[in-house]
């Protein structure tokens, strides 16, 4: 196991990989960047030549030359029609199904879209849902990864990567500056693969176990570190500290759990070393807080604290709050630094508050 002095060592000589930038798409934001259905749904949308996105047929021009670079024979389609989730007769479901029409009525293009998902479908079944001849119909299963096809599906079933036909569409679209949510949706496939994909920084995790599972070890350690100084702050203030979440630590009275302090702080301080020491209203609290508002709050301006930040209606209130930045020499004695914050700066609006709930108790 290295030592501090080996680990420091280490920090100081290693080539630490930049971390890769993975930008937030509309489809992370829904909630849905692996949701086979969702991208399907996108893919349909482009390939609707007649859709707001504004590049007219560039899919499934981008389509079909990929689809011949896999095919001897050769495969086109111009007028079609475009549906999601199609039935077949023992009710599985076709992810992506291209109908020709008019001049190409009777030709097919059947899409099955893989994410992750290891491949079980019955591929045979939606290739006989679709009633042409073999060489007016083509099946594409869409992956991420390079996936086998069944020998027995052989010259029916291609396999096209997302990734591929995606920046195929990038390299005809990229001029056109109507091409609306195409940015966004490129980068969420693109997203799909940095997920799974060895990149630099877990190979240099992987090329240096002992030293990085040892500097993790070490954050546990001065993230309890953090924890542990927070609680003895409120011993010293005669409170209490069984109240916790990841980043932060509730100071109360057990006598009047009604008003606390609480202290939130970033995980060992990794991008922002600043604490909040909040002045938080609960149960009766919440009761009384039109008239701690009135009596308290021009109070605790004048303070210097910033009023009303945060609530959660029914449960709890921030009601006045102060952030600190916080020193290398300020973790040494953590403690007492957030002791003295609390004294200078909020404890005469934690009484005045304690005041109006002890008073309404009484009454």
């Known amino acids: 196991m290295p030592t501090i002095s080996a680990l420091k060592t280490f920090l100081d000589q290693a080539t630490i990989p930049i971390a ?3 930008e937030r798409t509309f489809l992370d934001i829904s909630g849905f960047p ?15 030549d007649d859709e707001d996105h504004g590049m007219g047929g560039l899919l499934i021009v981008s389509l079909l030359e990929l689809i011949n670079e896999k095919i001897p024979t050769g495969f086109s389609v111009q007028q079609y029609q475009v549906y999601t989730e199609v039935s077949t007769i023992n009710q599985k479901r076709i992810d992506i199904l291209i109908n020709g029409a008019g001049m190409d009525e009777g030709k097919y293009i059947i899409i099955e879209n893989k994410v992750y998902h290891w491949l079980h479908n019955d591929l045979q079944e939606y290739w006989d849902h ?22 027995a599906l052989s010259g029916k079933f291609i396999n096209i990567l997302h990734i591929d036909l995606i920046e195929r569409l990038w390299s005809k679209a990229s001029s056109i500056s109507t091409s609306r949510y195409l940015f966004d949706f490129a980068n969420a496939i693109k997203n799909l693969y940095k997920d799974f994909q060895m990149n630099d920084e ?89 008239r701690i508002d ?49 004294k200078r700066d909020l404890e005469a609006t934690y009484l005045d508050i304690k005041n109006i709930l002890q008073e309404h108790a009484t009454n």
């Open 294 to 342: 009135r009596e308290v709050g021009s109070k605790a301006v004048a303070r210097g604290l910033t009023i009303g930040v945060r609530e959660h209606k029914g449960l709890w209130k921030h009601f006045a709050l102060r952030e600190y930045p916080i020193t290398m020499d300020d973790l040494h004695n953590l403690s007492t630094v957030v002791e003295t914050y609390i």
């Open 202 to 290: 877990i190979q240099f995790y992987f090329n240096n176990l002992e030293a990085c599972n040892k500097i993790y070890d070490i954050g546990d350690k001065a993230y309890e570190y953090i924890a542990d100084q927070i609680r003895i702050s409120g011993e010293k203030l005669g409170l209490r500290s069984d109240r916790k979440g990841d980043y932060y630590r509730c100071l109360y009275d057990p006598l009047l759990p009604a008003v606390y302090y609480t202290v939130t702080f970033e995980k060992t301080f990794e991008k922002n070393k600043c604490i909040f020491i909040i002045l938080e209203l609960w149960k009766e609290g919440l009761a009384l807080l039109p």
């Open 34 to 48: 692996h949701y086979e259905l969702v991208i399907s749904n996108w893919y349909a949308y482009f390939l609707k």
């Open 130 to 151: 679709c009633p042409a001849k073999p060489s007016m119909k083509v099946g594409i299963v869409l992956s991420l990864t390079p996936a086998s096809i069944a020998p």
């Open 20 to 22: 890769q930038k993975r």
